[in-house]
């Protein structure tokens, strides 16, 4: 860890929010390497909680080491705190969607398919996002023409699946769209699987070019504890159609028990619609940790940590956001809750985000 900033040669801002900016910088020590440097603003970290979060938020990111996943370099929680990522010069996938609405079908599934890895990848080691969403997965053009490499990153709310909470409950973080209803309704136990809802989610609005629930955040939070999702284009192959569906079950049980399962599901419709030869009809099961990780409680009616500055796009997307569930009753109950930062860990087994307003994330947008 470095205090100063004098290894780091800031080269030009990318972009500025509540938290601080965002700059692409040298690494001098490392033959001038460019790298993504998120600089914090001097009052990010005043308070003790804050910078233990931080540290921790950190630490768990930089221990994931996956082809998918963004690392983080560096970090510090000195007179001018940072942290710092691999800089990708690409586009994150909801400014691609605000572009160019839905993406064809073979596009959507392979981005699906390398999120759902790197998710894997995380499970594995015992963490979970909490946070999984077009503006979080950062694309750049992959080895072959024409495709997509894709990055996961912003694990700003990323927590162990055996972490204690740290602050009071009644609390979730999360992005009110991408949101799993097992981590609003508070019954049971949040585990690895609100990540494969989140997923599920994100293909959907791949191939849809819009949410499976719009309106104002109340309404969408009801719309994932109590409706079915809108009905996908009739133009999405009917069996990849059902796997979204699948995806998408309220039920944990119900819907894919890994994010490879669903990735790998997606992928076989595909081939059968296209007369490829149909794969294994043994559906692969979660990886070994990732199934050790189902009904790991962790108690509590679904908490945040606060999501302190991981994300390296969130800076600049304001739809990121930390919010609050105050009271999320039983069937047809008022939801109510409301938008600050101020947020406490999941109570859920493992991983994910940052503050609506303080878009605590890094690489913006356009040029994460």
């Not at 979060?53 to 690392?71: G, K, S």
């Not at 999120?115 to 909490?130: E, F, Q, S, T």
């Not at 956001?321 to 069937?331: D, E, F, S």
Request: aromatic letters at 4%; charged letters at 25%.
């Amino acid at each position: 860890m470095h205090d100063e900033l004098s290894r780091y040669r800031l080269v030009r801002l990318l972009g500025r929010g509540g938290m601080g900016e965002v700059h692409v910088a040298e690494d001098t020590s490392r033959h001038d390497r460019q790298v993504a440097l998120k600089l914090l603003s001097t009052t990010a970290l005043s308070d003790p909680e804050l910078e233990k979060r931080f540290r921790r938020e950190c630490e768990l990111a930089a221990q994931i080491d996956h082809p998918n996943v963004l690392p983080v370099y560096d970090y510090s929680v000195g007179e001018n705190p940072y942290i710092v990522m691999r800089y990708v010069d690409g586009t994150d996938l909801s400014t691609v969607l605000r572009q160019h609405g839905a993406l064809p079908a073979e596009r959507a599934v392979a981005i699906t398919e390398q999120v759902a890895a790197a998710l894997d990848a995380a499970h594995r080691k015992h963490l979970r996002h909490r946070d999984v969403k077009p503006s979080n997965v950062l694309l750049e053009p992959g080895a072959r023409h024409g495709t997509d490499h894709a990055w996961l990153f912003d694990w700003g709310i990323a927590q162990p699946i055996t972490a204690q909470q740290i602050t009071r409950l009644g609390q979730v973080v999360g992005t009110p769209h991408y949101i799993a209803p097992e981590r609003l309704a508070g019954e049971r136990p949040a585990d690895h699987r609100a990540d494969v809802y989140s997923l599920a989610v994100v293909l959907y609005e791949c191939l849809a070019g819009r949410r499976p629930f719009e309106g104002d955040d109340m309404v969408v939070l009801a719309g994932h504890l109590h409706r079915p999702p809108d009905p996908l284009p009739a133009a999405v192959p009917a069996g990849l159609r059902a796997v979204v569906v699948k995806g998408l079950a309220k039920d944990p049980d119900e819907r894919y028990q890994a994010a490879g399962e669903l990735a790998a599901a997606a992928r076989a419709a595909l081939e059968e619609r296209s007369g490829h030869a149909k794969p294994d009809p043994a559906t692969p099961g979660p990886p070994p940790a990732a199934r050790d990780l189902r009904g790991v409680a962790v108690g509590g009616a679904g908490g945040g940590a606060l999501g302190v500055l991981l994300a390296v796009t969130g800076l600049l997307d304001g739809t990121t956001a930390l919010w609050t569930a105050v009271a999320l009753v039983a069937a047809g109950a008022l939801l109510a809750y409301g938008l600050h930062g101020d947020g406490s860990p999941d109570p859920g087994p493992a991983p994910g985000d940052p503050t609506r307003d303080a878009d605590p994330g890094g690489f913006p947008r356009s040029r994460p």
